[in-house]
């Protein structure tokens, strides 16, 4: 099975090489989170840092930026750290009992333990209010960065997963039924080539974990998955889903998203465009989208970005 997902992507890389039909971005931006509601396809990337914004489109085509979802300066506890600078990242938006509610990363990173907070919502453009307490802070090795809340459809369970970069540990908390309190802390074991921006979704009876691996501003940031009986493990690897070729480099931090229209399974991720080398890079990078095909046995074939 690996075997095979090896030589598909073998082939895959060879292919960056040669002149192809690429698949274009969408827009400008990084950490995209995606979602389809009212008839629309909405993703949320990180901004310029002060701020949280709404993107959505009706054909995947034609974007519409929505307005800001939230600032940091009505994040009241933002400041508490007492770090000279901070920035808004990495944000998730999460549909639960008929409200909107956003999960975010606050930095620095690394200068003090950086934190992740939640805002409820009360529509896909929010506007969104933030709980008013850090919803998890960071320490002793571990980053709590990258959120990403599942509801699991088998159990019902809304599940928080977070963490990853220089520790590259994630961990998985249980929410409470308000969204915005944890209840308790899961143990899990660490997912092979974890590094950070992890995701969660289901199909057919299988768990697919998703993460990135490598460092996010070279050529060696990849997308990889493992797959399991419950959204908790244990996790069987199943390889690389997306990484370098031709003049796109780095992709990752990715979301999947079905459509509901069309039942078909899309990656949103971004990437670094036209640099050369292998990093590290600068500047803005963008955000693409990719139909996702399973095979038979439920396994995620390689994304192609150029074709």
């Not at 095979?4 to 090489?17: D, H, N, T, Y």
């Not at 034609?62 to 901070?86: C, F, N, P, S, V």
């Not at 899309?266 to 600068?282: C, F, M, Q, S, T």
């Not at 990078?285 to 990719?290: G, L």
């Amino acid at each position: 099975m690996i075997r095979r997902r090896l030589a598909l992507l073998a082939a895959l890389l060879l292919a960056g090489s040669v002149h192809a039909t690429d698949t274009p971005s969408v827009m400008r931006g990084a950490d995209p989170d995606a979602i389809f509601a009212d008839g629309r396809m909405w993703i949320y990337p990180t901004g310029p840092g002060d701020r949280l914004e709404a993107w959505s489109s009706q054909d995947r085509t034609q974007w519409h930026d929505r307005g800001t979802l939230l600032r940091l300066k009505d994040i009241r506890w933002a400041d508490a750290d007492h770090a000279r600078r901070h920035y808004l990242w990495a944000p998730t938006m999460v549909a639960a009992g008929g409200r909107y509610y956003l999960y975010y990363s606050v930095g620095p990173q690394g200068i003090t333990p950086s934190r992740l907070g939640v805002a409820s919502c009360a529509a896909p453009a929010g506007p969104c209010r933030d709980s008013g307490k850090p919803l998890l802070t960071g320490g002793r090795g571990y980053e709590a960065i990258d959120p990403m809340v599942f509801v699991d459809p088998r159990s019902g369970r809304r599940l928080l997963y977070a963490g990853g970069s220089a520790g590259a540990r994630l961990r998985v908390f249980e929410l409470a039924a308000d969204m915005l309190t944890i209840t308790r802390e899961i143990p899990i074991e660490q997912p092979p080539s974890f590094t950070e921006g992890v995701f969660m979704h289901e199909r057919h009876g299988i768990y697919y974990l998703s993460y990135s691996h490598g460092h996010w501003n070279r050529s060696d940031y990849s997308v990889h998955y493992a797959t399991a009986p419950s959204p908790t493990g244990p996790w069987t690897y199943r390889g690389m889903l997306l990484s370098t070729q031709g003049r796109y480099k780095g992709p990752g931090h990715h979301a999947f998203v079905r459509d509901p229209a069309t039942g078909e399974w899309l990656i949103v991720y971004h990437r670094w465009e036209n640099k050369a080398g292998d990093g590290p890079y600068g500047d803005d990078r963008s955000i693409a989208i990719q139909r996702i095909t399973y095979a038979a046995d439920g396994d995620i074939l390689p994304v192609d970005m150029l074709h």
